[in-house]
């Protein structure tokens, strides 16, 4: 078992930056891909990025392809979401997951573990 912390979020005007940061328990964090996700107002959760567990392959939505960067330290059981140029439709509630496997998945039910979540609120 695995437990997720995030910490990172607040507020920031448009266009600036913020990185996020999901610590993890346990010895196994190479053993998970990782993802995050966010969840608007009034929306579902949604897919952002995810990293294979050697951090050697990325993936991002489309939505944020080109200013958000997912990255991790195994050796610290941590991974980070660099967020740039942020938007105000950028604001959201952030969550880290972890899945068993090495497999991209999108869906929120292919993930074992879920953070509390940080919140990120972009005022234009």
């Known amino acids: 078992q695995v437990q997720l912390v995030e910490s990172g979020g607040g507020l920031v005007q448009a266009g600036g930056s913020l990185r996020l940061s999901c610590a993890a328990s346990g010895r196994t964090f190479s053993s998970y891909f990782m993802g995050w996700f966010r969840q608007a107002p009034g929306k579902e959760r949604a897919f952002v990025a995810g990293i294979s567990n050697s951090g050697g392959s990325t993936y991002s939505a489309d939505s944020v392809k080109g200013r958000f960067t997912i990255s991790r330290d195994n050796a610290k059981n941590t991974m980070y979401l660099q967020m740039n140029s942020l938007k105000p439709e950028d604001t959201a509630v952030y969550y880290c997951?972890?899945?068993?496997?090495?497999?991209?998945?999108?869906?929120?039910?292919?993930?074992?573990?879920w953070g509390q979540g940080t919140q990120v609120t972009v005022s234009s």
């Open positions: 997951a972890a899945r068993r496997g090495t497999r991209l998945r999108v869906e929120i039910h292919e993930y074992d573990y």
